[in-house]
């Protein structure tokens, strides 16, 4: 038995929402993972949402426009929960925490590496700064005892 072809055509539709979801959703996971691996302040997280969600809404309208001539469908949003829901459920937990478990080792190691190296040069600078001070210090003495005199 033949399905007609607007039949497929719709079926090709939904397939394709619950698809941007997914990835929509796997999006917003790699604003999870850098949140977790740099945590910072609300107003940070505030601006990434927005620009996260300006460009949900441009991958939404280039997908109604492309797929469904730019007309609103319930079912397209119906796609995009159900490929959202799906993605969250099946993979998002495994994703995020595995992700941000193999981030955290890698910057751990990149920190001992960088830090074996820094440190040396550490040292060598808050000595010179301490001597630099202690003269700073005798220069200012100086001056102040010179100011005095006057």
Same mark, same amino acid.
């Given at each position: 038995?033949? /399905?007609?072809?607007?039949?497929? =055509?719709?079926?090709?539709?939904? &397939?394709?929402?619950?698809?941007?979801?997914? &990835?929509?959703?796997?999006?917003?996971?790699?604003?999870?993972?850098? %949140? %977790?691996?740099?945590?910072?302040?609300?107003?940070?997280?505030?601006?990434?949402?927005?620009?996260?969600?300006?460009?949900?809404?441009?991958?939404?309208?280039?997908?109604?426009?492309?797929?469904?001539?730019?007309?609103? %469908?319930?079912?397209?949003?119906?796609?995009?929960?159900? &490929?959202?829901? $799906?993605?969250?459920?099946?993979?998002?937990?495994?994703? /995020?925490? $595995? =992700? /941000?478990?193999?981030? !955290? +080792?890698?910057? &751990?190691?990149?920190? !001992?590496?960088?830090?074996?190296? /820094?440190?040396?040069?550490?040292?060598?600078?808050? +000595?010179?700064?301490?001597? $630099?001070?202690? %003269?700073? !210090?005798?220069?200012?003495?100086?001056? +102040?005892?010179?100011? $005095? !005199?006057?």
């Amino acid at each position: 038995m033949a /399905v007609s072809t607007s039949i497929y =055509q719709e079926l090709l539709f939904l &397939g394709s929402s619950v698809l941007v979801g997914m &990835g929509l959703f796997f999006l917003y996971d790699i604003l999870r993972i850098f %949140r %977790r691996i740099l945590p910072h302040g609300n107003i940070w997280i505030g601006v990434e949402d927005f620009l996260y969600w300006i460009i949900f809404t441009g991958v939404v309208f280039v997908l109604l426009y492309r797929e469904n001539d730019g007309m609103v %469908r319930g079912f397209a949003f119906g796609g995009l929960l159900v &490929g959202m829901a $799906c993605y969250y459920l099946l993979l998002s937990r495994l994703i /995020v925490h $595995c =992700q /941000v478990w193999i981030w !955290k +080792k890698i910057l &751990g190691i990149l920190g !001992k590496v960088l830090g074996f190296f /820094v440190r040396p040069v550490w040292k060598t600078l808050k +000595k010179v700064a301490a001597f $630099c001070g202690k %003269r700073l !210090k005798k220069f200012v003495r100086a001056v +102040k005892i010179g100011l $005095c !005199k006057l």
